[in-house]
């Protein structure tokens, strides 16, 4: 069963893992961060969603924004020195660790999500297509959610509503434009060896397709 969620936000930050020093977004949402979105207002172990488009209904725009962020986390091994011995501080003096980055972040952020949800082998008896139907669109409605979704960082918060219009008009009709490979998701098939997967992107009339796409790890 398949529902459409209109996500909107001043700002969004989907980081490209091959810019290492300063944070660049791609231009558009990628999957793995519309699931989350979804997840956000809805999870159950019992399904699983997947992500099937995306709709870009504002120009991609990016500007530059600095933000103060830390060099350096608390590691584990820290934490449990911490723990077993006395006199052992476990903090991040901000004025050592603090530094300024830039980030290129796109602006003025509003799509569609349109995705569905297969059950899981966690389902029970009483977890029904149905029932986890009835209860998200619910939760839009409500505007309810577990945690605050977001634009792949914290500071960017997402709203969100029930997309209920039959037609979606984007930003980009009647034009194509190449994104170039995207990140679609983490492979946790290994817990041990957790992979990124990634494919090659293309905007069709302002609509990212991802029902059939080639995913590559």
Known sequence: MAIR?????????????EMKTER???????????RGIIEAIYWHPGLRWIIDKI???S???????RRNEVKAKASARAAKQAMTKKNVALYLSTKEEIQQR???VLCKVH????????LTDKANASDIA??????IRRRLKRGQCYHTPYFGCREFPVNFREYEFDSVPTAYAGEDKELGYMLYDMDYSDLQHIRPMFFKATLHNGVLDLRDCEVHS
């Open 5 to 17: 969620v209109e996500v909107w936000g001043d700002y969004a930050l989907f980081s490209r893992p």
């Open 24 to 34: 660049v977004s791609y231009d558009v949402m990628t999957p793995s961060a519309a």
């Open 55 to 57: 709709y870009v209904l």
């Open 59 to 65: 120009p991609i725009q990016f500007t530059n924004i």
């Open 102 to 104: 830039a980030s290129m």
């Open 111 to 118: 799509y569609v999500i349109e995705a569905h949800f297969e």
């Open 130 to 135: 149905g029932k986890f139907q009835d209860i």
